[in-house]
């Protein structure tokens, strides 16, 4: 059995049952599951996806809507800026067309699309014959070739794409795309691979050379970046939390969190905290236990400090009153993690 064969063979067999693998293939569930697939494990994306896509059934669902509507829907998802830019690419092509176009080279065209998102929505949706290089494909073909250089290089990159472009020759290429996307996440892993159910063993070099593990060889992994915020935990009598929108600074832009404020050497969080939120409170304020919290390589260390208000009136001019448990905001795990701390 030829080597494309044995991959689809495997992929009919073992692939995995996940909401956006409808047939036939909708252009835009696909598209809104590769963005959310972006730096977030699948499940993770998967309630997020069935309740985004019930909410918005389709671009001109999702370009109707407003962008703290579309925010609130991806809260707990992270990276927000794929959110933003996914609004704006339906408001785009709602407004030009009103279709998703079908070639890889014209879906690059749109907002916060990338030669990966393109390439994928390309082959899954309308069946061109591009290769999708993502982490999983490049590991599994890091092995399969043996590959000696960086294949995260230009040089690899365009080796890989070879190599999937030669499987797709007499096959559907987003079956191809699919197979070797979920032979990576679920067979071929990063550590421990299970090479004995894997349909391209016989042809893997690595596993030949006994060390599939040594491919492809570690990245150089970005400088970790330490800092350290103050949250003013503000809580009035009925529970509700006060929050603000992010409006400044390169992450949690356009959520709605407790006031933050980088922590200061000079003076102590409470009085910073009690900066943030100039109200009368019921009690004196109390710092909390430290809440660790990572957004790429930003290692985030916050405060939280508890404030008790008699009556919310106080606060109205400073932000917004949100019940932390049935209120939908568009927010970050982070506030889930302050209101866990609050709550011991």
Not at 144 to 168: C, E, F, K, N, Y
Not at 319 to 326: A, I, K, L
Request: aromatic share 6%; hydrophobic share 45%.
């Amino acid at each position: 059995m030829r080597e494309t064969e044995r991959l689809l063979s495997w992929f009919r067999a073992s692939a995995r049952e996940l909401p956006w693998r409808t047939e036939p293939r909708d252009p835009y569930r696909v598209l809104v599951s590769e963005v959310m697939l972006q730096q977030t494990q699948v499940d993770r994306v998967v309630p997020r996806f069935e309740a985004f896509v019930e909410s918005f059934p389709s671009l001109e669902a999702l370009a109707a809507v407003s962008e703290q509507a579309v925010l609130e829907k991806w809260s707990g998802l992270g990276y927000y800026r794929r959110a933003r830019m996914l609004h704006r690419l339906a408001r785009d092509v709602v407004h030009d067309t009103g279709r998703l176009p079908d070639s890889a080279s014209a879906l690059e065209q749109l907002p916060g699309v990338g030669p990966y998102t393109a390439a994928a929505v390309a082959s899954l949706a309308f069946g061109e014959p591009v290769p999708v290089v993502d982490g999983n494909v490049l590991r599994v073909a890091a092995r399969v070739l043996a590959m000696t250089g960086d294949p995260r290089a230009a040089g690899g990159r365009r080796t890989i794409a070879d190599w999937v472009a030669s499987l797709m020759a007499d096959a559907e290429p987003g079956a191809v795309n699919e197979a070797l996307m979920e032979l990576g996440a679920t067979v071929c892993l990063p550590a421990a691979p299970t090479c004995a159910a894997c349909p391209l063993s016989l042809g893997c070099r690595a596993r030949v050379l006994g060390s599939p593990e040594r491919y492809p060889p570690p990245r150089k992994r970005r400088a970790p970046t330490d800092l350290h915020w103050v949250a003013a935990c503000c809580v009035d009598p009925g529970g509700r939390w006060l929050v603000r929108e992010v409006v400044d600074g390169p992450i949690l832009r356009g959520l709605w969190l407790p006031p933050l404020a980088e922590l200061s050497v000079d003076r102590s969080a409470v009085e910073q905290a009690l900066e943030l939120v100039p109200v009368a409170l019921a009690e004196t304020p109390v710092e909390l236990p430290a809440v660790r919290h990572s957004i790429t390589h930003r290692r985030i260390r916050v405060h939280p400090i508890r404030m008790l208000i008699g009556t919310a009136g106080d606060g109205d001019r400073l932000g917004r009153w949100v019940n932390p448990d049935s209120d939908g905001v568009p927010t970050s795990s982070l506030f889930k993690k302050l209101i866990q701390i609050n709550r011991l």
